[in-house]
């Protein structure tokens, strides 16, 4: 028989170590070509498919679905060739049932068999190829009678294994709260201005350009201003140094079904506005949709994360480590407010900077906070860069 050739988890993107195996797409006895998918793997941030290094036929595989591994473990083993005999599956199926086959589908489809409980196996696909679609896993979803509880059942919980995606992520957070000094400082924006701006505007912004003129681009435009007014909000702890960076790629919190993911608005500092709120809704879509991929996560600077969409009041955002500060946007709220002697409706933001203490001092957060309220404020200083 021909030498094996290891299947192995590849790096994926910085400070991740380990990652969850999500789904096989082939099992003991399935062909493959050089290429072609053989297993999916989960992390805080996304989904990714691992191909296969050489075609053969699969003959081992070393994980089940939902295990968790370090990068560059081995996982699975195919022997070159197209028709050899395979060993016994290893650790995967102790029913002792042959698992079903792939069925072919993308990462929404998949997401939503996932959260729908349908098993997308049984499903017939009705795009092209007979690939299978989000509509057919909800159509099936519906076809599927789900069993009523007893009127007088005892049983008052139920217990849910906790998703690969949804373990990392709170392994992730617990790790930002212990190992950085996380303060948060507040403080609250007028959006008159960049009100009255959008509506004056927005029509002829959106005929040239092809997309909406939002808050998001404002926020972020104003945050790589004061990172480059306040360098140390724009740094990363390595040891005993700090690393000043003089690049500004903000990360953007997204929402999905799956859990919050962070992708990066590159170089947004070279970027109009226009631009920005292209890319910002590009990975909304893809991260909605599940097709992000690993570089869209990779060397953050600073994060933003609009709450608003919740109709959050006020929180105090997570770091997203290494990362050293984060600013949390909110719901916009009409309030009475004092100017000039009087008492007037203005749409007001609560802001909130989460910053790490060990290398940002109070004052320099404060300040990093308030000049992003002037800016915005006066939108007109993000304009001309004063």
Not at 201 to 223: C, D, N, T
Not at 279 to 299: K, P, Y
Not at 306 to 316: A, D, E, P, R, Y
Request: hydrophobic letters at 40%; proline letters at 5%.
């Amino acid at each position: 028989m021909s030498q094996t050739v290891d299947v192995i988890i590849p790096t994926i993107g910085e400070s991740i170590t380990s990652v969850f195996i999500g789904r096989w797409m082939k099992h003991v006895g399935d062909v493959v070509s050089v290429g072609e998918s053989v297993f999916e793997i989960d992390s805080d941030k996304a989904s990714l498919e691992v191909p296969s290094p050489c075609a053969g036929v699969v003959t081992e595989l070393l994980n089940q679905e939902g295990d968790e591994v370090l990068i560059g473990a081995v996982v699975a083993r195919i022997t070159p060739g197209s028709a050899v005999e395979a060993k016994p599956l290893k650790s995967v199926d102790k029913t002792g049932k042959k698992p079903k086959k792939a069925a072919r589908s993308g990462p929404a489809a998949r997401h939503a068999a996932a959260e729908l409980g349908v098993d997308i196996g049984d499903i017939e696909g009705t795009g092209k190829g007979g690939r299978i679609l989000r509509s057919d896993v909800e159509a099936q979803s519906d076809a599927i009678s789900s069993p009523q509880p007893e009127p007088f059942a005892t049983e008052r919980t139920q217990r849910v294994k906790m998703s690969p995606m949804r373990r990392t992520i709170a392994r992730r957070l617990v790790q930002a709260q212990q190992t950085a000094a996380i303060l948060t400082t507040f403080n609250e924006v007028d959006l008159t201005n960049v009100k009255a701006l959008r509506k004056r505007y927005q029509e002829s912004f959106v005929k040239r350009h092809g997309v909406k003129l939002g808050f998001m681009s404002f926020f972020v435009k104003a945050a790589i201003e004061s990172l480059k007014a306040f360098p140390a909000v724009n740094s990363e702890i390595d040891g005993n140094e700090v690393i000043y960076k003089q690049y500004y790629n903000i990360g953007v919190a997204v929402s999905t079904p799956r859990g919050l993911v962070v992708p990066v608005v590159r170089d947004a500092d070279l970027l109009s506005f226009s631009e920005i709120e292209k890319t910002i809704n590009g990975l909304a879509v893809r991260a909605r949709e599940g097709t992000l991929q690993m570089d869209d996560f990779a060397d953050g600077t600073f994060t933003v994360s609009n709450g608003g969409v919740f109709v959050s009041l006020m929180s105090t955002p997570i770091i997203n480590p290494p990362q050293v500060g984060i600013l949390g946007m909110h719901t916009i709220q009409e309030r009475p407010v004092g100017i000039e002697g009087q008492i007037l409706l203005r749409p007001m933001m609560y802001l909130a900077l989460s910053y790490d203490h060990r290398i940002i001092d109070g004052r320099e957060a404060v300040s990093f906070l308030v000049n992003i309220k002037n800016l915005v404020e006066n939108p007109e200083r993000i304009l001309l860069e004063v």
